[in-house]
């Protein structure tokens, strides 16, 4: 079978095995279009960002957003645990009482909630409605 004049073979040519290495070399020509390639679609959108920023007319910077390197700010949350050990702990018993207890949700709509283990129960006993009616 021929393939751009060029015959294919099923593995290496009997060369290269007497060789005992790879007697061909890469194709040069392909690997210099591909760079070529890649160059001139790096220098395309160079051309289409410049065009656009130029478009917009307006500088890219907004200084209003500029941070006051003199001013003393204190960073958005979420902050860095002082202590990961207690807080994790206080989050995992706030937690747990909030599963153990009773209260309301939104009392204005009568929701509650009520503890894990009596609605595990109450599940038992009335069962689960999949139409939620």
Do not use: C, K
Not at 72 to 77: R, T
Not at 115 to 126: A, G, K, V
């Amino acid at each position: 079978m021929s393939h751009h004049g060029h015959e294919l073979a099923e593995g290496a040519a009997a060369e290269s095995v007497a060789a005992g290495y790879e007697l061909a070399d890469v194709r040069a020509r392909p690997l210099w279009i591909s760079i070529a390639v890649i160059f001139a679609l790096l220098a395309f959108a160079y051309v289409v960002i410049t065009v656009l920023v130029f478009a917009v007319g307006e500088p890219l910077r907004d200084p209003t957003y500029a941070v006051d390197v003199n001013s003393p700010q204190v960073p958005v949350g979420p902050l860095v645990e002082a202590n990961p050990n207690v807080d994790g702990r206080r989050i995992v018993n706030e937690a747990t009482e909030h599963l153990e207890s009773y209260g309301w949700v939104s009392q204005r709509q009568g929701i509650v909630h009520i503890p894990i283990e009596r609605s595990m129960e109450l599940l038992l006993e009335q069962g689960v409605n999949p139409f939620g009616q």
